[in-house]
């Protein structure tokens, strides 16, 4: 297994010794942390027809993707981004509870209101052979989650901001250059 992270990760970094994507760590560092990688993978199985797309996940779930039908879609499912505030608030939710757990406290329950925005000239601007005047990702997520909580509102502030580098969907969000402004607010 050490020899494969090795040829998969760490080989392919060794030249331009750039392991850390902020190059903040000292590269003997950064070559220790990839030997100490508890590696996740995820794979799906998909189809797609028109703007359907159908997808098996490696656990046996079958997720629907489309879109409105004045996109040229049949609404069988969410859209893609909607799937992907979902899968932003399924991961808080899990991580939240995990950081606060640690910290001390419990979360009972969260309700999330989130929206998310892009310019849409990112996809549909033409000729479509060009670069897009703007990014087609998304730039900012917004929005409130209420939470029923033995913690503080202190704490909570707290969790937010672990969240954003602890779940694995949030940080990938964030990396991207999205702003992610969730307003973590303890239930009355």
Not at 18 to 31: A, E, H, M, P, R
Not at 34 to 45: T, V
Not at 143 to 166: C, F, M, P, S, Y
């Amino acid at each position: 297994m050490r020899q494969q992270i090795f040829e998969i990760l760490i080989k392919p970094f060794y030249k331009s010794n750039q392991l850390n994507y902020k190059n903040q760590l000292s590269f003997s560092t950064q070559i220790k942390q990839m030997e100490d990688i508890q590696l996740r993978q995820y794979s799906i199985k998909s189809q797609s027809s028109q703007a359907q797309a159908k997808s098996i996940t490696k656990s046996g779930f079958t997720v629907i993707t489309d879109m409105q039908k004045k996109d040229g879609g049949n609404e069988t499912g969410p859209s893609p981004v909607e799937l992907l505030l979902s899968a932003l608030v399924g991961c808080q939710n899990i991580v939240s509870r995990m950081i606060a757990k640690n910290l001390g406290f419990n979360i009972n329950e969260i309700s999330f209101d989130i929206v998310a925005e892009r310019d849409h000239r990112g996809i549909c601007s033409q000729p479509m052979i060009e670069d897009a005047p703007v990014s087609s990702g998304l730039f900012r997520i917004y929005g409130t989650a209420i939470v029923d909580t033995d913690g503080t509102q202190e704490q909570l502030t707290q969790v937010n901001e672990i969240v954003k580098k602890r779940s694995p969907v949030a940080r990938m969000i964030v990396d991207s250059g999205c702003k992610i402004e969730i307003e973590w607010k303890k239930q009355e």
